[in-house]
């Protein structure tokens, strides 16, 4: 049985990530394994689970967070036709492809791995969002033939790697193709189901070892982390955008670039032992 002192520091624990991811999705229009991966890393850490398998327990529950608010994002951005079908169509069995493979490779990694390719991405992420310039142009319209062939199955192999949905990787590969910013953000929550479904379907039969889960997880599945997450993110995501209407973007952008460098920083610390 599960010890009840246990069991409330993880609620806690949890409803403090899932209310500071619903902000930061809600001011940036961003969430998943960028927020969400650390967060979970450091609340079951925290709580003494620490081990070769944690990162696939985080990895897994941030996509199974992304298939919900994925789903929900697609559909509100339906409503208003802000969603590229002809983009979603010509890159989905590409992604759905890079997705399984990386569910495949995320069974087979440690901790440490997984905690340098999320650090290496994180810098990345945050090179993005501190440096990058909207004027910025690859190409008037999204790749297609071999390009396409090579970037759908990248983007979904990535994204599961490191437990993100869509956005981190899509909106800026779509806005560096000429597709609008609004368009590419609707488009991109797409690309995030396309991604989580399939991985978040083998993660849930992905075994880990009994001493090394936290309560409530299922495979490597975190029902808990999943449920509360999800469910303080519906209620803070419309305070940060309300705070995004009222606060300047470039320094908002500035500001999540150095969180990030912070979050990825300290990853890099982690896998290195430091």
């Known amino acids: ?20 991811a619903g ?51 697609v559909l509100s ?18 992604i759905v492809l890079g997705a399984v493979v990386g569910t495949l490779v995320v069974a087979q990694l440690r901790t440490a791995t997984l905690q340098l390719i999320f650090a290496g991405l994180g810098f990345v992420v945050a090179g993005y969002f501190g440096l990058g310039r909207e004027h910025w142009r690859l190409g008037l319209a999204m790749p297609k033939g071999i390009l396409r062939a090579v970037l759908s199955p ?37 690309f995030g189901m396309l991604i989580a479904v399939p991985s978040v379907i083998g993660f849930l039969m992905l075994p880990i070892d ?7 997880t299922v495979g490597s599945v975190n029902l808990a982390g999943f449920g509360i997450v999800i ?16 606060t300047n973007g470039k320094l908002l952008r500035g500001a999540f670039a150095v969180f990030i460098l912070v979050v990825a920083a300290n990853m890099l610390r982690k896998a290195l032992g430091a």
């Open 210 to 216: 009994a001493a090394a889960r936290p309560p409530l």
């Open 1 to 20: 049985m599960n010890d009840p002192y246990l069991l409330l520091q993880m609620l806690v624990l949890l409803l403090a990530v899932g209310a500071f």
């Open 154 to 190: 990248l983007i979904g192999f990535i994204s599961v790697l490191v437990g993100i949905g869509g956005g981190s990787l899509g909106v800026p590969l779509m806005t560096l193709y000429g597709t609008p910013i609004h368009r590419a953000v609707a488009t991109a929550a797409g």
């Open 23 to 73: 902000i930061l999705a809600g001011l940036l229009g961003v969430g998943g394994g960028v927020v969400l991966v650390p967060a979970y890393y450091f609340s079951f850490e925290t709580l003494g689970y620490a081990s070769e398998q944690l990162m696939q327990i985080c990895v897994a529950t941030s996509l199974a967070t992304i298939v919900v608010t994925s789903l929900r994002s």
């Open 231 to 246: 469910a303080m993110t519906l209620i803070t995501a419309p305070i940060g955008a309300r705070l995004a209407h009222a």
């Open 77 to 94: 951005h339906n409503r208003k036709g802000a969603v590229d079908w002809a983009i979603l169509r010509g890159w989905a069995a590409g």
